[in-house]
């Protein structure tokens, strides 16, 4: 990916990630279900990642311009196995949540490829050794790059085959006996599709300037990106979100964002009022909830992420795939407040889910940093793309993961956790799918949220409630 043996330039959203306000990083985690054998974990890397121009280029300023320069990669660089004595160790998920933490602390090196990976082979709750991937932002985009990792991998029932990764399918079938209606449906489309992007686009500009979330145990304070942060993850049944998807005609990403929803909303309801862990939470705080701004920033890929095997071929030197960070960001508003049905936070969440894919928010979005990068520099926008970030509460973000089991170099995999660390946002909640699981992946700041677990269990706990309630109307429509 070279050109004339200068190196490729670094994009506009690279020079964004490597200012000092946006120093952001991609940690990917994969628990496994054996012990990690480094030995194979490097000549597997040697086949496939390295070969990546991205993972084997270091950044090099040229002419007042930084370019990516192929570099001979020397592995001991970038591969650490940390010696671990387990019978010393009380707390082994507690031991990898802080050995995680610590890598918020330092930066990489830039006189190498900006990318390590450590092996820790320690069991804990839930995987027999732990590895964990910190990539620069820089190198591309989350999804990108988590598709390019998982194209590392194989299906554990076929050590020759690429894992399965689902794809969007859009409906285009209209009734036949309507067909002379289309142009008028498709002018009044198009004119929805222009006055929502014109008001989601006028939001956007306010939130720059003046919209501020509401100040609550959730947001962050001016600094908060430089903050060490703390990553913890819990794992629920994907099929029984499927259940809910099905039952309720809505879609997984329409689940998630509910499930999101209820859970924040009990989680700040025990806040405000003081409540413990173990109570279910009286509901005297819910006006205060009902009144609270709390948005979300959601980082959309506008260009289509290649597949699996587009970037298996990359590594393999035979494909021609785009590369790189092309994203936009779209503001969504989420709804805080007690309900009795747990399944209005489905049906909330589907109603906004629905109006922002009206809008070309995105993609306008990301034309406009990338014209006042050009225009004023990197500077001015990396300070308008801050602003914007640190006006909302959270990034959220659903990456679909392999319908079946992988090995990584021939380690079955236990589960996948990614995450982001180094934007201005106290609170980050992923959604990685993996065969029958769902990860749900928090990044936080421990000054803002002191005790994770307690969010997570509100996660989880409020996945149940809406479970059981989908469970229950299903027996009510039977009888």
């Not at 990976?117 to 964990?132: C, M, P, R, W, Y």
């Not at 942060?229 to 809505?250: P, Q, Y």
């Not at 936009?328 to 589907?350: C, M, N, T, W």
């Not at 909302?392 to 990456?399: K, L």
Request: proline share 6%; net charge positive; aromatic share 8%.
């Amino acid at each position: 990916m070279g050109s004339n043996g200068g190196g490729e330039a670094l994009s506009p959203a690279g020079k964004l990630f490597h200012s000092p306000s946006l120093n952001c990083y991609v940690i990917a985690v994969m628990g496994c279900k054996t012990s990690i054998n480094p030995q194979v974990i490097k000549e597997g890397l040697c086949q496939t990642l390295l070969k990546h121009p991205r993972f084997s280029s270091k950044l090099v300023k040229k002419k007042r311009r930084r370019r990516w320069i192929p570099t001979r990669v020397n592995l001991d660089d970038h591969v650490t196995v940390p010696e671990i004595d387990s019978n010393n160790i009380e707390y082994p998920d507690r031991f990898v949540e802080d050995y995680i933490s610590n890598f918020t602390k330092t930066p990489l090196d830039l006189s190498k490829p900006l990318w390590e990976l450590h092996i820790l082979n320690i069991k804990t709750s839930d995987a027999e050794a732990v590895g964990v991937f910190r990539i620069h932002h820089s190198l591309g985009d989350g999804a990108s790059l988590i598709s390019l990792l998982l194209a590392a991998t194989r299906k554990t029932s076929d050590p020759d085959a690429l894992p399965t990764v689902p794809t969007h399918k859009r409906r285009t079938s209209y009734h036949s006996s309507t067909s002379f209606l289309w142009p008028f449906f498709a002018i009044w489309w198009g004119l929805i599709l222009i006055w929502h992007t014109v008001l989601d686009m006028a939001l956007f500009v306010l939130t720059t300037f003046f919209i501020k979330d509401t100040p609550t145990p959730l947001k962050g304070a001016p600094g908060v990106e430089l903050n060490t942060k703390r990553f913890v993850h819990r794992t629920v049944s994907l099929d029984d979100i499927k259940l809910i998807k099905n039952e309720m005609k809505t879609t997984i990403n329409d689940v998630l964002l509910g499930i999101t929803q209820a859970g924040l909303a009990r989680y700040l309801n025990k806040v405000y009022a003081g409540l413990d862990a173990n109570s279910d939470g009286v509901k005297h705080r819910s006006i205060i909830l009902k009144k609270i701004r709390l948005r979300a920033a959601i980082l959309v890929n506008i260009r289509p992420v290649a597949g699996i095997q587009d970037l298996a071929d990359m590594m393999a030197e035979s494909s021609k795939a785009k590369w790189g960070n092309w994203m936009g960001y779209i503001i969504l508003p989420f709804s805080i407040a007690l309900h009795d049905d747990p399944l209005e936070y489905v049906r909330q969440a589907k109603a906004t889910i629905d109006r922002k894919k009206h809008s070309l928010e995105a993609i306008c979005s990301y034309v406009c940093a990338k014209l006042i990068l050009n225009l004023f520099g990197v500077k001015v926008a990396a300070a308008i793309t801050r602003r914007v970030l640190f006006n909302t509460t959270i990034a959220f973000s659903n990456v679909p993961g392999p319908v079946e089991e992988i090995s990584f170099y021939g380690h079955p995999a236990a589960y996948i956790a990614p995450s982001v660390y180094g934007h201005p946002q106290a609170l980050t909640i992923h959604f990685q799918s993996y065969a029958d699981k769902m990860t749900i992946c928090l990044a936080l700041d421990p000054l803002v949220i002191p005790d994770p677990y307690l969010l997570c269990d509100d996660l989880e706990h409020s996945f149940k409630l809406i479970l059981d309630a989908v469970k229950k109307r299903n027996i009510e429509n039977v009888i």
